[in-house]
């Protein structure tokens, strides 16, 4: 080769390689700031980041390293935690109140520092303490390396579409009543996207988000479900969505005219606009997917797509077509749109499921109750009873000193306990006829797990107080989705039918209802983690439990130490 031929490939080279592991410091600012809002002709005071409803927009790539300094000017305690990241030794910075931090108390800041390792794709950001998510939330954006394409054709644009629930009276009045009667909360007046409600609710055609396209274009929706506390289905009228990825991770891409999205959940997709349709108008809906009690609205959101003319010759004042929505308890597409995700599995994308597994682990999960508080009248399920929420039987009872400064600094005594069970205490025909005793234990106890450890979980749902579907959230982790079914999990027959190959990578699962899913994750990420249904409503309830993973015997392996802002208790 010649010598200058030879001496330009390899600058060429080694600036490529440079730019495809570039990655840099980003920082943001969140000022929590009250702000005035108008949703269906009624204001109300919320609680913001930086004045906006829905949140900021935090873009990055692939191995950037972010800042964020919340500044937290608002009478309530905050925490933010960055759902799906998987903060590797960073766990400081997750965000869960009383679980890896004390709350940013009036007048405080903190920085959260971490950085986004082998993640590209669409996350969010969330408060995590109390119901504040309902207002305070917003997405992220993880772009691949510079240099790095994505695994499908380039979109014209990337637009977020984040749904959310619109409360009229006060949302910690809401949940504080429903803690003291021990009944269920009021549901929400509204479904929202992009904070809007769209011109199917009353007094709200004016508040309707609108998308503007161009015909015979391709466009990426970054899909996100910060509901509280319901699943939706999702569709575009004359539409149909092509599934490229989901929680930040690549799948096979599948066509499919509606979406199921669970609360926590991410979701996106190619849109491909028609070439002949200018002028024309469709409704984007979503409306739940129910499978319990009526914790739910049973409403519908919609927003527009509009399209571009490209010549003023078109027809106006054509018809606002709507697209046509599963039934509200339409399990057979749910179960089948979920059987559809698989993971690219491919050289550049591997699913790298444990095959050899050192932990198998059961766990229950569903509603049940306990005693009211002595002169307490309680409007739960039973006469006499509060509603609950427990795994393996256990309601999480919230500390009041954050787990992981407990751990870090070996001051557990009176915190938690390290004797999470691996499966229930008491056996029953979980999808069958509920037992006679509904109560559920109470406690603060941890899972242990040494790191590096490979563990396989099935997570059971449960008929103590009806079957339902629960999405459960794993922080600091994703997981790869085996198995699933309905009835109760046998573990002779259903393991055998477990997909170890391309299964679904995600940080977000439903647990179908009466029936149970199987995942298997690597405990690779020292620090304590919390797992918890992502309808608020079941969180508050006690359905929620956190690991222990102790450090590994490497440098690289180990916890970070504190950083100094830590919020205190």
Not at 320 to 348: I, M, R, V, Y
Not at 387 to 407: D, G, M, R, V
Not at 492 to 497: E, I, Q, V
Not at 518 to 533: E, S
Request: proline share 7%; glycine share 8%.
């Amino acid at each position: 080769m010649n010598p200058l031929i030879f001496l330009l490939t390899t600058i060429f080279l080694i600036q490529l390689r440079n730019e495809v592991d570039a990655s840099v410091t980003r920082h943001y600012t969140f000022n929590i700031t009250l702000k005035n809002v108008t949703r269906l002709c009624h204001t109300k005071t919320i609680v913001t980041v930086n004045g906006k409803f829905p949140g900021p927009r935090i873009v990055a790539r692939e191995g950037d390293r972010l800042l964020v300094k919340v500044i937290n000017n608002v009478s309530n305690n905050i925490t933010i935690h960055w759902h799906g990241i998987r903060q590797l030794r960073t766990g400081w910075s997750d965000g869960p109140s009383y679980i890896t931090q004390c709350p940013i108390q009036t007048g405080q800041s903190f920085v959260y520092n971490f950085t986004i390792v082998g993640q590209r794709g669409t996350l969010w950001w969330h408060a995590h303490v109390s119901w504040l998510r309902a207002t305070l939330y917003g997405p992220i954006v993880i772009l691949p390396k510079l240099g790095v394409s994505y695994p499908f054709a380039k979109p014209y644009k990337e637009v977020p579409i984040i749904f959310g629930e619109w409360f009229n009276a006060d949302i910690e009045a809401i949940i504080n009543q429903a803690m003291q009667t021990g009944g269920g909360p009021n549901v929400s007046e509204a479904y929202t996207i992009n904070g809007l409600p769209g011109p199917l609710y009353n007094c709200s055609k004016k508040d309707t988000y609108k998308l503007r396209v161009k015909p015979g274009k391709t466009y990426l929706l970054r899909i996100i479900n910060a509901a509280l506390n319901d699943e939706l289905f999702f569709a575009i009228a004359n539409h149909t969505f092509t599934i490229v990825d989901v929680d930040a991770v690549y799948v096979k891409p599948f066509k499919s005219d509606t979406i199921l999205i669970s609360p926590g959940q991410t979701t996106n997709v190619l849109l491909k606009t028609k070439s002949n349709y200018p002028n024309a108008k469709f409704y984007m809906m979503a409306q739940p997917y129910v499978t319990g009690l009526g914790t739910f609205d049973n409403s519908t959101v919609a927003g527009v797509i509009e399209y571009e003319s490209p010549s003023k010759n078109f027809p106006k004042g054509l018809p606002l077509f709507k697209p046509t929505l599963p039934n509200l308890n339409d399990t057979s597409f749910a179960t089948n749109f979920s059987n559809k995700q698989l993971s690219l599995a491919n050289n550049q994308f591997p699913a790298n499921v444990p095959q050899k597994i050192d932990k198998h682990l059961f766990f229950t999960v569903g509603l049940g109750t306990n005693p009211c508080d002595k002169n307490q009248t309680c409007q739960g399920p039973i006469n006499g009873t509060k509603f609950s929420a427990s795994i393996n039987n256990i309601s999480f009872i919230q500390p009041t000193t954050a787990l992981l400064q407990a751990h870090f600094f070996g001051k557990s005594a009176g915190v938690y306990t390290s004797d999470f069970p691996y499966s229930p205490q008491n056996w029953f025909n979980y999808s069958g006829n509920p037992p006679n005793n509904t109560n559920v234990g109470n406690g603060t106890k941890l899972l242990v797990l040494n790191f590096n450890t490979s563990v396989e979980l099935v997570i059971q749902d449960t008929s103590i107080i009806g079957v339902e579907s629960h999405p459960l959230h794993l922080h600091g982790f994703n997981f790869f989705v085996v198995g699933r079914g309905f009835g109760n999990y046998n573990p002779s027959n259903d393991s055998k039918n477990f997909n170890l190959v391309d299964p679904v990578e995600r940080n977000t699962i439903g647990v179908p209802t009466g029936g149970w899913v199987a995942i298997r994750f690597l405990a690779d990420n020292p620090g304590v983690w919390f797992m918890h249904c992502h309808l608020e409503v079941h969180t508050s309830w006690g359905l929620k439990m956190a690991w222990l993973v102790l450090d590994g015997d490497l440098p690289n392996q180990k916890l970070i130490p504190p950083p100094a802002d830590l919020p205190k208790c």
